[in-house]
DNA sequence: CTCATCTGTTAGTGAGAGCTTACGGTAAGT
DNA sequence: ACTTACCGTAAGCTCTCACTAACAGATGAG
């Protein structure tokens, strides 16, 4: 449950945002990645360290290069979250609309005159 | 675009997320918030701005209370790029995927490795 | 009007995050 | 074996953020 801690804290940061929607176009390499970017290149890596720590990305060796590509699973496990909490979010929204056109059809009790 | 930025660094604090989701089951007021939560109520208080700066909830004033409220907008928006990201991150990865698949056996067009 | 309750805001402090520079290690090419 | 390219990690610095304490504003009850 506390896992989505890191991958929202993980996804927080604007730089690291970047070098995800970098790897959506596919996997790439560290310096491919730092590349464009306003960071020199061990910032990237650590970016990639976090995002791999909170389990948005895979990285495998290609010769002397290293290549990061993005964890469907733990984008998925962040979906599933997302889903339930926005599902939960509505019906709260939905009985507390309910709730308030039950309070403003005025109902032989008295607690709150309207002004 | 960048609104999401506000909303995922909004999640990120571990405090916030909790404040968040006790908001999931309901509109509740600051102090009743605050009550429960290792932190003092100015604290709760800080957080909702942020909250509600990221457009994740919506305040309304009751009295001399003020009683927060999920807004659903926000948590949508935020559904919304983490499915638009999800279904292009998938898509990249299959491809991988079937790259992968070509490369590792060039000659023959059977796609059927059986390795 | 006066007092108590509830809340937002500000000032100040301490901890943590992100960046750069420098270094060490590994893989391919000459 | 030497050189080049690519990458991860440690040290150091700066700066943002979360928290508490204290103050100011608004509402309801008496």
Same mark, same amino acid.
């Given at each position: 449950?506390?896992?989505?801690?890191?991958?929202?804290?993980?996804?927080?940061?604007?730089?690291?945002?970047?070098?995800?929607?970098?790897?959506?176009?596919?996997?790439?390499?560290?310096?491919?990645?730092?590349?464009?970017?306003?960071?020199?290149?061990?910032?990237?890596?650590?970016?990639?360290?976090?995002?791999?720590?909170?389990?948005?990305?895979? !990285?495998?060796?290609? #010769?002397?290069?290293?290549?990061?590509? $993005? !964890?469907?699973? #733990?984008?998925?496990?962040?979906?599933?979250?997302? !889903?339930?909490?926005?599902?939960?979010?509505? !019906?709260?929204?939905?009985?507390? $609309?309910?709730?308030?056109?039950?309070?403003?059809?005025?109902?032989?009790?008295?607690?709150?005159?309207?002004?």
């Amino acid at each position: 449950m506390a896992y989505n801690n890191a991958a929202f804290a993980a996804l927080a940061d604007p730089t690291r945002r970047a070098v995800f929607e970098r790897l959506a176009d596919g996997p790439r390499a560290v310096g491919d990645l730092a590349e464009g970017l306003p960071v020199s290149r061990p910032a990237v890596s650590q970016h990639l360290k976090v995002l791999k720590d909170a389990g948005l990305v895979t !990285d495998r060796a290609e #010769g002397a290069r290293r290549v990061y590509q $993005i !964890d469907p699973a #733990g984008l998925g496990a962040m979906r599933a979250w997302l !889903d339930r909490f926005w599902t939960a979010a509505l !019906d709260a929204f939905a009985a507390e $609309i309910d709730r308030q056109n039950n309070e403003l059809q005025p109902k032989p009790e008295r607690e709150d005159p309207p002004k």
